[in-house]
């Protein structure tokens, strides 16, 4: 007797996609992460974060950036990613007219806090094709070590 709503042909939903790509075009994106963990949607670039005993690893995937432009900053646990990738679409006022816009363009500025064992003297920064490693190492933890009384 009801019909469900996954039997909506598929471009169905896809019109409510292109709908809000074309209201975030016009107002501007929210902004709003889903939740706690995330962030916004489109927010570029979008980074993976892991570590081993050694060091913490940052990789940011940001294609189509010039390294030479790209500012990486670590100043009180906190590691800053800034930059900005070009935009690929015409000029304003050429006859050209855009259909889609899925790609990212502007600046960009990502802020990451780490923990407090990493040694700001131990960072590198590699860039290569498209992804963007930073290598931070960590502080030797402290070792218990045995006073002998006299």
């Given at each position: 007797m009801y019909e469900s709503l996954l039997n909506f042909p598929g471009a169905f939903f896809g019109e409510f996609d292109r709908l809000r790509r074309e209201l975030d075009d016009v107002f501007g994106a929210t902004s709003v992460p889903t939740s706690i963990r995330s962030v916004a949607p489109g927010t570029f670039p979008s980074i993976n974060v892991g570590n081993t005993p050694d060091s913490l690893d940052v990789y940011a995937f940001a294609p189509g950036?010039?390294?030479?432009?790209?500012?990486?900053?670590?100043?009180?646990?906190?590691?800053?990613?800034?930059?900005e990738r070009p935009s690929a679409l015409p000029e304003t006022g050429s006859q050209a007219s855009v259909y889609s816009r899925e790609r990212a363009s502007g600046s960009f500025h990502r802020?990451?806090?780490?923990?407090?064992?990493?040694?700001?003297?131990?960072?590198?920064?590699s860039y290569r094709d498209g992804v963007l490693h930073i290598r931070i190492g960590r502080r030797a933890a402290p070792q218990p070590q045995r006073i002998t009384v006299q």
């Open positions: 950036l010039d390294a030479s432009k790209i500012d990486v900053q670590l100043d009180r646990g906190v590691l800053t990613i800034r930059g802020a990451i806090s780490l923990p407090d064992d990493v040694d700001a003297g131990k960072i590198d920064a």
